[in-house]
């Protein structure tokens, strides 16, 4: 967990209608290329830890008889069901529980998932409760935008998002110490997954970079709630300043780009896996 930082509710406070419409989509190809690489054949289970309004959770479960998004905000678990029904996707159900309480009577799972959302947790102790969870030759699966992609090669037909000037005034309104439900994040959150799986038990099973570099049209509207879907500007820290704020977001947006859009690239998608041990005894796996 992040240093000096507790969990708590409010960290995504009032994100959870926001969330589809304001963040950028992961790289189209990412389930078939983790159904590739995993060689998921519609049969066991998925656990989407952290799984927000089930954007990962929801095209992966096809590729299982059963998927399962866990997540402590029930706002975002009710925006998941509600997508679920809409797309039609009738193999998943959803469950209000921190990933510090697994394995909360689960069961066992083929596949575990954490999408941006591994560093919210107590990762050893959460890393050790996933180990168990998973069926001998189960993985885990951490999903992330790819760090530091190389540059687009096309340029944008539009303005990009000016995300700094974003951060500018979300400094202004909230302080300079990012924000994240009723605590801060001097430090940021931490890296270093790869430590942390290995050190519970699990063996590097390979990792995919899903390209993408597609142009996104992003609106004022989109930019609005791709800055209330993130724990560092939820609507709820602004508290009685929120209409301001949102005022003067759009303001700053519409100054930048007077018909209201731009345009950015959806970056690619990194795929990182560990493997859990054909042996169920962790002190077995070890002595090999």
Not at 195 to 200: K, L, P, Q
């Amino acid at each position: 967990m992040p240093e000096g930082w507790r969990w708590d509710r409010t960290l995504f406070q009032g994100s959870a209608v926001h969330y589809v419409q304001g963040r950028l989509p992961y790289a189209p190809g990412l389930g078939e290329s983790l159904a590739g690489a995993l060689g998921l054949d519609g049969r066991g289970r998925l656990l989407d830890v952290g799984c927000g309004p089930g954007i990962v959770t929801l095209p992966l479960a096809r590729f299982f008889t059963e998927a399962v998004g866990l997540d402590p905000d029930e706002d975002m678990l009710a925006e998941a069901a509600r997508r679920a029904a809409g797309d039609g996707v009738a193999n998943a159900h959803w469950v209000a529980a921190r990933a510090e309480d697994l394995p909360a009577g689960l069961g066992e799972f083929r596949t575990v998932t954490f999408a941006q959302s591994f560093h919210w947790t107590e990762r050893e102790r959460v890393a050790a409760a996933v180990l168990g969870m998973l069926e001998p030759g189960g993985t885990l699966v951490h999903i992330a935008d790819l760090k530091d992609p190389p540059p687009a090669t096309a340029p944008l037909p539009l303005p990009a998002p000016p995300y700094a000037l974003i951060g500018e005034l979300v400094r202004h309104y909230l302080g300079p110490v990012r924000r994240a439900g009723q605590g801060v994040l001097v430090h940021g959150t931490p890296g270093g997954e790869d430590a942390v799986f290995a050190g519970a038990g699990f063996a590097p099973a390979g990792r995919q970079v899903v390209p993408a570099g597609q142009v996104a049209i992003r609106t004022v509207d989109a930019l609005v709630a791709w800055a209330f879907s993130r724990s560092d500007s939820a609507p709820h820290l602004f508290g009685d300043r929120l209409p301001e704020f949102e005022r003067d977001l759009r303001a700053l947006l519409g100054a930048r780009a007077p018909d209201g859009r731009f345009a950015e690239h959806i970056p690619p998608t990194e795929i990182r896996m560990w493997r859990k041990g054909r042996c169920t005894h962790r002190a077995a796996s070890a002595d090999r």
